[in-house]
């Protein structure tokens, strides 16, 4: 049966609608895909003894994914956005170490990540200093517990 117009019968046009369908719908996944986010996840470990770390941060540098290790040493950062990632780990004792991994759609990138002692990247000792007026000083002691 011809339908009017294209000169084309309707099972033709309807496979036509199909593919076209078919095609759009490839794009619209392929692109979802592209712009998703993935998993790190791993272990972070004395260097020296290969004991598990506890409370080391592990962030995703230029981004606000992080997490810290838990009592094993383990750690998982969700919504890692796709490709190179830089992640930064540090814990006070340590020296900062910085690991490169490819973050792929739909799987979880794992990783054993040593930490050698060494310079601290932290502060250990910090001064703090103040001046406060008299009167809030006597305001604050005037008030009863």
């Not at 490709?83 to 170490?97: D, E, K, N, Y």
């Not at 910085?98 to 601290?120: F, M, T, Y």
């Amino acid at each position: 049966m011809l339908c009017c117009g294209l000169g084309m019968s309707i099972d033709h046009k309807r496979h036509h609608i199909a593919l076209v369908l078919g095609i759009l719908l490839s794009f619209a996944l392929d692109a979802s895909a592209q712009s998703g986010t993935g998993r790190v996840t791993g272990r972070v470990l004395e260097a020296r003894t290969g004991a598990p770390l506890v409370a080391v941060l592990v962030k995703v540098q230029s981004t606000k994914q992080q997490a810290f290790s838990d009592l094993d040493g383990r750690f998982e950062i969700a919504d890692v956005p796709l490709g190179p990632q830089t992640l930064l780990v540090s814990v006070v004792g340590f020296g900062l170490v910085r690991r490169d991994v490819i973050v792929v759609s739909g799987e979880a990138v794992d990783i054993s990540i040593p930490v050698a002692e060494g310079a601290s990247t932290y502060v250990e000792d910090v001064a703090v200093s103040g001046t406060s007026s008299a009167k809030q000083s006597r305001a604050w002691r005037a008030r009863p517990c």
